[in-house]
């Protein structure tokens, strides 16, 4: 079982930044696959930023240039560096992760409680 949980979500206005942390306890090992997803009200969840094996990144088209998706394997945390924030962007942010690679593939098997985000014009 891996236990996720999600910090640094808050409000802020547009152009600001925030960093959102997930801090992994559990059966997690680092071949482990972890990503960020969001979902707005009434919208569909949509993956923001996660990884693939070695590293490889990837990023929703709407983000990309302005978030940065990073994470520290000797504290089983990942980071979601968000800049530049704006209003579109409100949504509540999931951490996830799954034994299977890329994070982007299928429906990852542990979620976190999620972190809201909210911009203001």
């Known amino acids: 079982q891996v236990h996720l949980v999600e910090s640094g979500g808050g409000s802020v206005q547009a152009g600001g930044s925030l960093t959102l942390s997930c801090v992994a306890s559990?059966?997690?090992?680092?071949?482990?696959?972890m990503g960020w997803f969001r979902q707005a009200p009434g919208k569909e969840r949509e993956e923001v930023a996660g990884f693939g094996r070695l590293l490889v990144t990837r990023y929703a088209d709407s983000v990309k240039g302005r978030f940065t998706i990073s994470k520290d394997n000797a504290t089983n945390t990942l980071y979601l560096q968000m800049n530049n924030l704006k209003p579109e962007d409100t949504a509540k942010y999931y951490c996830?992760?799954?034994?299977?690679?890329?994070?982007?593939?299928?429906?990852?098997?542990?979620w976190g409680q999620g972190t809201q985000v909210t911009v203001s014009a």
């Open positions: 559990g059966n997690i090992h680092s071949g482990y696959c």
């Open positions: 996830a992760a799954d034994q299977g690679c890329p994070i982007w593939v299928g429906v990852p098997n542990y």
